[in-house]
């Protein structure tokens, strides 16, 4: 009888405590921020990937790069590559297309590799020489740090960090990608 009162006491404990954490609200992040103006012609072309939120889409790439070009006054057309499981791997590549959604600044996006779905690609900081972009979306679920360059300057890759954790972001998620 005491060991089946106390399972009771255990199991109800239990139920109490997953309650009270399904109940506890999540954290709230403030709203992310955009950068105030994106050139775009300047943004326009090759990017290397520095470091990224791990994602599916990108399992097992290495040396990532991006390309960006004008279509049209509308639309630009995205390339991604990478290298598949190795740095001399098979290159893989998807092809996409992005749409400015905010004009005044240039720094929402759109963009489709598999249409009709379409993801959020907000530019949320930028070099001023345009020599570092850091991408995520407004749930900070992806997030990419870009550069004009194959590798970053250590410094440089620090203040970017800083600055993301500052934005609540988890930069423990963040996994530098092998370019080299």
Known sequence: MFRLVSLSFLLVGICQFFYACATIPAREDPPLQVVNKVDINKYLGKWYEIARY??????????????????????????????????????????????????????????????????????????????????????????????????METPKYNKILESLAKRNFDIALLSLTPLT
């Open 54 to 151: 791990p994602n599916w889409f990108q399992e097992n790439c290495y040396g990532v790069t991006a390309e960006y070009e004008f279509v049209n006054d509308s639309v630009i057309k995205v390339v991604n590559k990478c290298r598949d499981r190795l740095l001399n791997g098979e290159i893989r590549e998807a092809v996409g297309t992005a749409h400015i959604t905010d004009s005044s600044n240039n720094a929402k996006l759109k963009v489709t590799f598999h249409w009709p779905f379409y993801g959020d690609y907000w530019i949320i900081d930028l070099g001023e020489d345009y020599e570092y972009v850091v991408v995520s979306e407004p749930k900070r679920q992806y997030l990419w740090i870009l550069s004009r360059k194959p590798s």
